[in-house]
């Protein structure tokens, strides 16, 4: 039988690179966008998924969700648009099948949490309590492709504040929330969650964009708009991150647009503890543990001794 | 199955074939040794580096002595439209992630594939992912017919690899009339479940259909109606190609499949058609 090719882990340095993301211990900076990467076993050919910071599942609701109609993605330049609208099995296949998987190769977990209302974010919280394997929740009050929940909710000030902090009554654990760029001040939004009680926020979500195929006069996607990510959106990611990080007392925890260590460093010199690798992932399944080997060679060359170091670095 | 990799392919070829129709040639070892019938690859151009997705591509003949793949694609976008301008000479920086899905059979854990009448359904490009199968099918001593469909004679550029390869009898319908019977290909294949195998009469076991949606659907309808088998193989937009990402979804029976990796081949009678 012919070997595949080797699984990728991050090569050995002298560098610390271990970050604290509000109370969730990470073995380096770099963890995954929700819905990038499932539960993880599905990049396990070809990368370590124990060896990345954290392994950042995909969304999950209380009874799972079937998701929008097809078409579902569209390229546009530098980037992608998505309206898969959060499709999942439910949070009890995903603790059943998902979580012992990532509890037995040793990774470290945070959940993303959606929900159709600020209850059913608190049922799903319930839910995985009861797993000592779940290391943190990224609360997704963000996602622009359903209709109920998501974006609406993380619009507002009040509502932000109101799911949050029912969140924050459900568990002791690391509470991150994920926020929506599709706000006209995103320092407000941040500020509101960090009163309510989030111990680190995320960001940024997709951008709401829509793309149409001048042939048929017909929107590429089947609901017309989605979310856009991919490099196309680091600059306003990089933005925003550093409005924030200059808002707020928590930790962020950057992405848009993350697909080298370069950009990776950008972000936490932007004010981010942590980076999520998202789109990239699907351009090369072995870019998380890329961007972990680019941030220690940055590292090494600017005689950086510990990542926190970078946290917010940027001399302007 | 064997493990996906993510491989380095080296461009041996790229010629045209036909009517927007394109044949490359790669050196990918792994994948060429591994992949199985109905089996895809998720392609990668390092160049390409406005459009960034992946692109999935049936792979359409191996050499796995050699370590080679072959690729037959057909110019729809931007993609395969850039990919028409790679040559050897300019050594583009290709990676191919696979063998990737689920391949033709695998519901009855090859048991299909061993059946021993077999009709092939394809309709224009669809002729590619089908050829694997046929040769894995003629190996193991299946009697195989086809029928292929094209818009026009030259479209119909596997038609002597099936026909002198593999020694298929290959029936032809072209939209055009340049070639065999005007018309679609679902006539033909209409006769040919209505007729039974060529060489004996006899019921065919399994039919596997590749071509526009529309094809399949029609020869899935047929084929339940004289209670044969069918597998079809469903194209979708693509992003990651492993399983993550749930942009490629197919509508069956038992909810929405990912083309990727639950598909591209779904047993007909599973798939909600559109």
Same mark, same amino acid.
């Given at each position: 039988?012919?070997?595949?090719?080797?699984?990728?882990?991050?090569?050995?340095?002298?560098?610390?690179?271990?970050?604290?993301?509000?109370?969730?211990?990470?073995?380096?900076?770099?963890?995954?966008?929700?819905?990038?990467?499932?539960?993880?076993?599905?990049?396990?050919?070809?990368?370590?998924?124990?060896?990345?910071?954290?392994?950042?599942?995909?969304?999950?609701?209380?009874?799972?969700?079937?998701?929008?109609?097809?078409?579902?993605?569209?390229?546009?330049?530098?980037?992608?648009?998505?309206?898969?609208?959060?499709?999942?099995?439910?949070?009890?296949?995903?603790?059943?099948?998902?979580?012992?998987?990532?509890?037995?190769?040793?990774?470290?977990?945070?959940?993303?949490?959606?929900?159709?209302?600020?209850?059913?974010?608190?049922?799903?919280?319930?839910?995985?309590?009861?797993?000592?394997?779940?290391?943190?929740?990224?609360?997704?009050?963000?996602?622009?492709?359903?209709?109920?929940?998501?974006?609406?909710?993380?619009?507002?000030?009040?509502?932000?504040?109101?799911?949050?902090?029912?969140?924050?009554?459900?568990?002791?654990?690391?509470?991150?929330?994920?926020?929506?760029?599709?706000?006209?001040?995103?320092?407000?939004?941040?500020?509101?969650?960090?009163?309510?009680?989030?111990?680190?926020?995320?960001?940024?979500?997709?951008?709401?964009?829509?793309?149409?195929?001048?042939?048929?006069?017909?929107?590429?996607?089947?609901?017309?708009?989605?979310?856009?990510?991919?490099?196309?959106?680091?600059?306003?990611?990089?933005?925003?991150?550093?409005?924030?990080?200059?808002?707020?007392?928590?930790?962020?925890?950057?992405?848009?647009?993350?697909?080298?260590?370069?950009?990776?460093?950008?972000?936490?010199?932007?004010?981010?503890?942590?980076?999520?690798?998202?789109?990239?992932?699907?351009?090369?399944?072995?870019?998380?543990?890329?961007?972990?080997?680019?941030?220690?060679?940055?590292?090494?060359?600017?005689?950086?001794?510990?990542?926190?170091?970078?946290?917010?670095?940027?001399?302007? | 199955?064997?493990?996906?990799? !993510?491989?380095?392919?080296?461009?041996?070829? !790229?010629?045209?074939?036909?009517?927007?129709?394109?044949?490359?040639?790669?050196?990918?070892?792994?994948?060429?040794?591994?992949?199985?019938?109905?089996?895809?690859?998720?392609?990668?151009? !390092?160049?390409?580096?406005?459009?960034?997705?992946?692109?999935?591509?049936?792979?359409?003949?191996?050499?796995?002595?050699? $370590?080679?793949?072959?690729?037959?694609?057909?110019?729809?976008?931007?993609?395969?439209?850039?990919?028409?301008?790679?040559?050897?000479?300019?050594?583009?920086?290709?990676?191919?992630? $696979?063998?990737? $899905?689920?391949?033709?059979?695998?519901?009855?854990?090859?048991?299909?594939?061993?059946?021993?009448?077999?009709?092939?359904?394809?309709?224009?490009?669809?002729?590619?992912?089908?050829?694997?199968?046929?040769?894995?099918?003629?190996?193991?001593?299946?009697?195989?017919?086809?029928?292929?469909?094209?818009?026009?004679?030259?479209?119909?550029?596997?038609?002597?690899?099936?026909?002198?390869?593999?020694?298929?009898?290959?029936?032809?319908?072209?939209?055009?009339?340049?070639?065999?019977?005007?018309?679609?290909?679902?006539?033909?294949?209409?006769?040919?479940?209505?007729?039974?195998?060529?060489?004996?009469?006899?019921?065919?076991?399994? %039919?596997?259909?590749?071509?526009?949606?529309?094809?399949?659907?029609?020869?899935?309808?047929?084929?339940?109606? %004289? $209670?044969?088998?069918?597998?079809?193989?469903?194209?979708?937009?693509?992003?990651?190609?492993?399983?993550?990402?749930?942009?490629? %979804?197919?509508?069956?029976?038992?909810?929405?499949?990912?083309?990727?990796?639950?598909?591209?081949?779904?047993?007909?009678?599973? %798939?909600?058609?559109?």
């Amino acid at each position: 039988m012919m070997q595949a090719a080797e699984r990728l882990v991050p090569r050995p340095t002298k560098v610390a690179l271990a970050v604290d993301l509000g109370g969730l211990r990470m073995k380096n900076p770099v963890t995954v966008a929700s819905g990038t990467f499932a539960a993880g076993r599905e990049f396990h050919d070809f990368v370590d998924v124990a060896s990345l910071g954290a392994v950042t599942t995909k969304g999950v609701s209380l009874n799972g969700w079937e998701g929008n109609a097809s078409p579902r993605i569209a390229e546009t330049p530098c980037g992608m648009l998505n309206s898969i609208g959060l499709q999942n099995p439910g949070v009890r296949h995903l603790l059943e099948h998902d979580i012992p998987w990532l509890e037995s190769i040793g990774a470290t977990t945070m959940v993303n949490v959606s929900g159709h209302s600020f209850q059913e974010y608190v049922e799903v919280i319930e839910a995985l309590e009861q797993s000592q394997a779940v290391h943190a929740y990224e609360v997704n009050i963000s996602c622009p492709n359903v209709d109920a929940g998501g974006m609406a909710m993380g619009c507002r000030t009040d509502s932000v504040e109101r799911v949050v902090s029912m969140c924050r009554e459900a568990t002791a654990r690391p509470l991150i929330v994920k926020l929506t760029p599709n706000v006209t001040d995103i320092a407000e939004i941040a500020r509101a969650a960090e009163s309510a009680g989030a111990d680190g926020i995320s960001l940024i979500n997709t951008l709401l964009g829509m793309a149409i195929d001048p042939e048929r006069r017909r929107p590429q996607l089947a609901r017309v708009v989605g979310g856009l990510s991919g490099p196309a959106v680091k600059p306003i990611a990089l933005r925003m991150v550093w409005e924030v990080a200059r808002a707020v007392q928590v930790p962020v925890l950057g992405m848009g647009g993350i697909a080298s260590g370069a950009d990776a460093v950008e972000f936490m010199l932007a004010g981010a503890t942590a980076v999520a690798v998202g789109t990239a992932n699907f351009v090369d399944p072995q870019a998380t543990v890329k961007v972990i080997d680019g941030i220690a060679d940055y590292c090494e060359r600017h005689g950086v001794s510990d990542v926190n170091e970078l946290i917010g670095a940027l001399e302007c | 199955m064997a493990a996906l990799a !993510n491989e380095p392919a080296k461009l041996l070829s !790229n010629e045209p074939v036909g009517p927007r129709l394109f044949l490359m040639e790669l050196e990918s070892p792994y994948i060429a040794r591994t992949i199985l019938p109905g089996q895809f690859v998720h392609m990668r151009v !390092n160049q390409m580096a406005d459009h960034i997705l992946r692109r999935p591509f049936s792979v359409y003949r191996t050499d796995p002595g050699e $370590g080679r793949v072959v690729i037959l694609y057909q110019v729809v976008g931007y993609g395969t439209d850039y990919l028409t301008g790679l040559s050897p000479e300019a050594d583009p920086a290709i990676e191919l992630v $696979g063998p990737v $899905g689920r391949p033709w059979g695998a519901r009855t854990g090859g048991e299909r594939a061993d059946a021993g009448r077999v009709l092939l359904v394809a309709g224009g490009v669809g002729a590619a992912p089908l050829y694997l199968l046929a040769q894995q099918l003629v190996e193991r001593g299946a009697k195989v017919d086809m029928v292929m469909g094209a818009q026009t004679r030259s479209a119909l550029v596997t038609l002597s690899d099936y026909r002198e390869r593999l020694g298929i009898g290959v029936e032809c319908a072209t939209d055009d009339g340049t070639y065999g019977e005007r018309g679609f290909c679902t006539g033909l294949a209409s006769r040919r479940l209505d007729g039974g195998c060529a060489s004996d009469g006899a019921p065919y076991d399994l %039919v596997c259909c590749c071509g526009p949606e529309p094809l399949m659907r029609i020869v899935s309808d047929m084929a339940a109606e %004289v $209670g044969v088998a069918c597998q079809v193989s469903m194209e979708r937009r693509m992003a990651c190609g492993v399983g993550a990402c749930l942009s490629c %979804v197919v509508d069956t029976a038992a909810g929405k499949r990912r083309a990727c990796v639950d598909g591209p081949v779904f047993d007909a009678d599973e %798939v909600v058609w559109r």
